[in-house]
Each structure stands twice: as C-alpha cells, then as structure tokens.
C-alpha cells in the first residue's frame, strides 16, 4: 500500500526547466532544490485536492453510515491547513510554452535527468515514506482509487487513522488544476519528519517573500550520471554557450550533451523519445 508501490514513470527521461542561476546551482551543488509547496504559483492546490479527498470520506459514509470515516474525515480536515510538503517539477512535455513559464521567458535552462534513476533512488532513501516521485493528475478522480485505497486500509483496521491521514495528505499532492493539463508535470516532493532524511531547511528571497526549501543531492541516486543532457532555451544567449560547457567541465560534468532548443527537437526525432517539441 501507498504511492510508490503503484505508480509507474515510464519516460526515461524527465526535463527541469529553470532559470541560469538556478542551472548553476544545481550544477555547482549537485542537488535539486525542492521548495515547500505553500509559497508556490498555485498554494491553493492541496487545500483543492483536500477537498475532493473529504468528499470521497462522505461518500463512503453515506453508504455504511460508518463512524470511522467521520473521525477520519475530521482528522484528515485538521491536518490540511499544517501540512506543507517540498516540491521540485519536471516534465516530459518540453515547449516554448515550458520555457516561457520557468525558464525566464525561454532564456533559461532544460535540465534532462535520468528518470529511472529516480525511482531507483527514492526506493533506496525512501525507507521511512518520506520522498515520493509521481506523476501530477490534473482531474482529482485520478487519483481516488489511491485515496479509497488507503480509507478501505483505515476502515479494515489494517492500518492507523495517522497512517490513513498522513497517506491521504500526500495524494494530496499529486493534483493540479486542469488549467494546467498541457505540463504533464511529475513531481518529487518531500514530506519533512523527524528523521531529517535531506537535513536542515535551508531558506532563499523571491518576489520579496522568503521561501525554504530542502536539497536533494545527487548521492542520493544509484549513479554518478543522473544527468542525460541540456537543453538551451529557445531565447538562450548564444554568447553563453561556450559558458555553460566550461562551466559543466568545471564541475565535473563534462560528460553532458548542451544542445540548442532545435537540436534537441531534431535529436529526439531521431531517437524517438516521447517529448512534446513545437
């Protein structure tokens, strides 16, 4: 039971698009930066998906008018408004349109990690269920036969109304609104514990809001080569090509393809990888 016992990623290749700077960090510090969720473009999306979960409990109840599931509803409603999981978005829909949203108007960076490596890895630094790599839905149906999952696990007595909640909270995170469809994002995102599985919070500035976030190193993985290659914007500066490659040498990732926006169209039409170009 739980995300990542069902859930498949069958794309062998996701793309982070990001800014330079942000390219440079994760370059220079071999790490992802997963920033927490409630200060993000659309904070609303949990408390969104919260609600259809509840929904769902009522629905449940309505049929056996089973206590449990109005001590389950109430817990779950509690925990909403507290729980504030870390998120770092990648697609397998690289356009101009992606660009243009997070990768300073398509001036920015296309990161291409090794998507198998993911799920090898969360497998590996997941012992406690803290670190999750899913596919976003963006109608919250998708994702109710997880939620009535994890209830029918609560209501058999198989597994504890805390379980249940926290369970529920992180199917929470899989949803974003239709608007939003046309991203296919994927999503690793961090539930912090106790356990301080990736260390301390660490804290940046934005839009004058300051936001944390936690690291997701590189040793994480099963591989010293997470990184297929780079993918310049469409509005890259072609000055700073040369750039990019020294500064990959310089950091030990030489072994790192950069290909302009129209090469990695071309190069993956002769590969056939699956991605959205236009």
Request: net charge positive.
């Amino acid at each position: 039971m739980g995300l990542n016992s069902n859930i498949k990623i069958i794309n062998s290749t996701t793309c982070h698009c990001c800014s330079l700077n942000v390219f440079k960090s994760i370059i220079k510090n071999k790490s992802i930066r997963l920033c927490d969720m409630r200060n993000s473009n659309d904070p609303m999306e949990v408390i969104a998906a919260g609600k259809y979960i509840i929904n769902l409990i009522d629905d449940e109840y309505k049929k056996t008018n089973n206590k449990k599931y109005l001590l389950l509803k109430e817990t779950f409603k509690e925990c909403i408004p507290e729980f504030n999981p870390y998120v770092a978005s990648f697609t397998n829909m690289v356009n101009k349109t992606i660009f243009k949203r997070y990768a300073e108007d398509g001036q920015g960076i296309g990161i291409n990690f090794h998507s198998s490596y993911f799920g090898i890895g969360i497998y590996i630094v997941n012992d406690h269920k803290e670190i999750y790599y899913v596919p976003v839905v963006y109608d919250p149906y998708d994702s109710s036969h997880y939620a009535l999952e994890v209830i029918n696990y609560y209501i058999k007595e198989q597994i504890t109304i805390e379980e249940a909640t926290l369970e529920l909270l992180k199917i929470s995170c899989m949803y974003k609104t239709k608007e939003w469809k046309d991203e296919k994002e994927i999503r690793i995102f961090y539930v912090p514990s106790e356990k301080k599985l990736l260390g301390e919070k660490h804290f940046f500035e934005k839009g004058n809001k300051e936001r944390s976030y936690y690291n997701l190193e590189f040793n994480k993985f099963e591989t010293e080569k997470i990184i297929e290659n780079i993918i310049l914007g469409p509005n890259f500066q072609k000055d700073k090509v040369q750039c990019i490659k020294e500064f990959l040498k310089k950091n030990k990732f030489e072994y790192v393809n950069v290909y302009s926006y129209e090469e990695a169209y071309r190069e993956s039409l002769k590969k056939k990888i699956i991605l959205g170009f236009s």
